[in-house]
């Protein structure tokens, strides 16, 4: 009887690694369009906060709050400024006092498939005490711009958080996979062809002794059932 291969060599552990590798693998290649996405609708959510808050203004006769209001507005949208540009050139600002300069600035208008991937990878590299200024339309008027400066901070924690959870979702596929693929090839793979090679190391031993050797054809008609 030939003893078994070591499991650091054996075909099933061979695949089983290859099997996570190639499940965490193809998890890297949908995490980078998602965490780019998750970025994109979390500036947008900024955006749409921005507008509600600005109304406010718009409900007035003079287009003026008094300064605790502006800071509650502010405080809601968490953002530093927010400004307003309609088609017929009106402006409404929503600041209580003028913001430090932004490091960056994004319009997520003109933001393309790559280039939300490679903004949202700045953004975890970086170490999150920047002030972004984002741009876009009103989420009800897409004549309207509106602008925000936040800060990047609470961005970058968002996105690290979206990121663990991926993270420990792809753990757990790939392992539920892996076993499932290792427990087939064991099945329909790796113990046939233990019988073969045992049926053929017994040949060799004792070609004349039959029943020692002798394997019962089976019903499979794949490659295996044909060896």
Known sequence: MPSLPPLGKS???????????????SEVLIYAPSIGRFRLVY???????????????EATPDHMVSEELKRELLAHAHAH?????????????????SPEAVDDSFDLREGTFFGLIGDAFATLMHRGERLI???GTSPSDASTEVEVVIDEKPLRIAMFDYSKRILELSIVISLITAALVYLSLQWLMVRPMQRITQSMTAFRDDPENVAHYALEPSRRGDEIGVA
Do not use: C, D, P
């Not at 500036?43 to 203004?57: C, S």
């Open 133 to 135: 200024r984002a741009v």
């Open 81 to 97: 400024l927010i400004a307003i540009r309609r088609a017929n050139g009106m402006k409404l600002v929503l600041s209580t006092q």
């Open 11 to 25: 075909l099933s552990a061979r695949l089983l690694l290859l099997t996570i590798v190639f499940v965490m693998l």
């Open 43 to 57: 500036l947008e959510e900024r955006l749409a906060a921005g507008r509600l808050a600005i109304l406010a203004l």
